[in-house]
């Protein structure tokens, strides 16, 4: 009955203690769209939901976090593109970067001295769906005039190239660490969190005939501040409850490797023979510094 009891204050408290990130930093991407080999990258906006570390019992943990990110056009992706577009007789496009990243985590704390003083291991699963959306500028497209269709007829590119969109879909599972240790006063404390995971999934886009299988790895690292201006403890019998509110500032670095491919994102439908030799390994990483707020009961 104890064990129950606590297991019940445990998730109880975890569902009651959250915090909400808002960030910004550089999304990149490597390789992989047509064989581009130059980084491409972009500033982002970042939110997240986040609960860093919740004991069940006195050693026992979880977490998770729910990472939304969202760019502007890739100015520099476009410029890149565009300089290998006559190639395929591509119009100049625009891009955008949007995505989820999930993860939970689940541990033992092998150094527990209190909730602002530990160390622990654990397991991370979790999936992440970034996408780009891909749509002709209209205003910016030069005139190709007429080009031969699939069929050998005859066809203008403002036909040819439309909106399309590149889906990535990938589930993970890894180990992973995370602290937090008092510097002044249990008022400022540091964390810390690292996890490498391996991943599977796949890529899809509009114009390529079904999904493109990849593997990869997926690591994640991250430091900050934790500042709370108050720390209260209320007891009645055996019950005790610690409110706080509390402030972080800190950076975290996500980093997807995949696989060689060849993604198009043209808009229009090329033989998948014709990319094939422009296959490259695909990565994306995200740079995020973020301020928080959070509370727990």
């Known amino acids: 009955m104890k064990k129950s009891v606590l297991l019940f204050i445990g998730v109880t408290s975890g569902?009651?203690?959250?915090?909400?990130?808002?960030?910004?930093g550089t999304f990149s991407m490597e390789g992989g769209f047509m064989g581009l080999s130059s980084n491409i990258d972009n500033d982002v906006a970042s939110f997240a939901i986040v609960n860093r570390h919740t004991n069940v019992g006195k050693k026992i943990f979880y977490s998770y976090d729910f990472n939304w990110f969202d760019s502007q056009d890739l100015i520099q992706a476009q410029k890149t593109y565009n300089n290998m577009a006559s190639n395929f007789n591509i119009p100049q496009m625009e891009y955008r970067v949007k995505g989820l990243d999930s993860n939970i985590k689940l541990g033992y704390d092998i150094i527990h001295k209190n909730e602002d003083n530990f160390l622990g291991l654990g397991v991370l699963v979790g999936f992440s769906i970034p996408w780009v959306d891909s749509t002709r500028s209209s205003s910016t497209t030069p005139n190709l005039d007429f080009t031969s269709s699939n069929s050998n007829g005859m066809q203008t590119t403002y036909?040819?190239?439309?909106?399309t969109k590149t889906k990535i879909m990938t589930y993970k599972i890894g180990p992973t660490i995370n602290f937090q240790k008092t510097l002044i006063n249990n008022k400022l404390s540091i964390y810390g969190i690292g996890s490498y995971a391996y991943q599977t999934g796949y890529i899809k886009n509009d114009y390529i005939k079904g999904d493109l299988d990849v593997d990869g790895t997926f690591q994640e690292y991250g430091m900050g501040l934790y500042f709370t201006p108050f720390t209260e403890k209320f007891k009645w019998g055996w019950l005790t409850l610690s409110p706080r509110i509390y402030a972080t500032l800190g950076y975290k670095y996500s980093k997807w490797d995949m696989g060689e491919v060849a993604i198009n994102i043209a808009g229009k439908k090329i033989n998948s023979n014709d990319i094939s030799p422009y296959k490259s390994t695909f990565e994306m990483s995200s740079s995020?510094?973020?301020?928080?707020?959070?509370?727990?009961f």
């Open 15 to 24: 569902l009651l203690s959250t915090e909400f990130q808002f960030g910004s």
């Open 159 to 163: 036909d040819m190239f439309q909106k």
């Open 288 to 296: 995020i510094g973020y301020f928080g707020i959070g509370y727990s």
